[in-house]
Antibody, heavy 120, light 108 residues
Framework: DVQLVESGGGLVQPGGSLRLSCAAS????????LHWVRQAAGKGLEWVSS???????FYSGSVKGRFTVSRENAKNSLYLQMNSLRAGDTAVYYC??????????????WGQGTMVTVSS | ENVLTQSPGTLSLSPGERATLSCRAS???????LAWYQQKPGQAPRLLIY???SRATGIPDRFSGSGSGTDFTLTITRLEPEDFAVYYC??????????FGQGTKVEI
């Protein structure tokens, strides 16, 4: 089965850190662009970060300098290191893939999401 | 930053009716960079349309996308009960960045 499975979410205090993981299976991970998207409760989707095949990384303005995205092709895994967490980072975090049959600009595979709660 | 504005915020329709959802960009978007997603409560988004008008694998032909430049439309020709959900448009922009619209809820 083609799938992405996130893990690593949980409750963390403001200013703390958390590392999310996303395990891929069923497709060629190394030739896929990978993305993190988050969704606060009752809100819309917000792009967070991306890492493309070439290894270049990109971040939204709201997380730049605090979050770091990385990938380990040998393990078919994507990561998001989140530092200096704030209450506004509270959301479900999804990993997603682009670069399959639907081109490089649409996210055609999504994980089920992992919940991150930043609260004291 | 290219802002995507979806309208209406909520669309109240009945099964069998036609739904027309709008996505307007503050700057021109390449058609190849525009996608639509469906999201149901408690689920991850699902890709419906990519390249503004191409249906993703397994998407029924009652879903269609159109538009260019700054105005894009998602049309559902005959609503089925399972189509009641929130729909998001999405674009790839310069920098690069990826942007979502705020969503349109299609409700009964």
């Amino acid at each position: 089965d083609v799938q992405l499975v996130e893990s690593g979410g949980g409750l963390v205090q403001p200013g703390g850190s958390l590392r999310l993981s996303c395990a891929a299976s069923g497709f060629t991970f190394s030739t896929s662009d990978l993305h993190w998207v988050r969704q606060a409760a009752g809100k819309g989707l917000e792009w967070v970060s991306s890492i493309i095949v070439a290894g270049d990384t990109f971040y939204s303005g709201s997380v730049k300098g605090r979050f770091t995205v990385s990938r380990e092709n040998a393990k078919n895994s994507l990561y998001l290191q989140m530092n200096s967490l704030r209450a506004g980072d509270t959301a479900v975090y999804y990993c997603a893939r682009a670069g399959g049959n639907h081109g490089w600009y649409a996210f055609d595979i999504w994980g089920q999401g992992t919940m991150v709660t930043v609260s004291s | 930053e290219n802002v995507l504005t979806q309208s209406p915020g909520t669309l109240s329709l009945s099964p069998g009716e036609r739904a027309t959802l709008s996505c307007r960009a503050s700057q021109s978007v390449s058609s190849s960079h525009l996608a639509w997603y469906q999201q149901k409560p408690g689920q991850a988004p699902r890709l419906l349309i990519y390249g503004a008008s191409s249906r993703a694998t397994g998407i029924p032909d009652r879903f269609s996308g159109s538009g260019s430049g700054t105005d894009f439309t998602l049309t559902i020709t005959r609503l089925e009960p399972e189509d009641f959900a929130v729909y998001y448009c999405h674009q790839f922009g310069s920098s690069p960045t990826w942007t979502f619209g705020q969503g349109t809820k299609v409700e009964i």
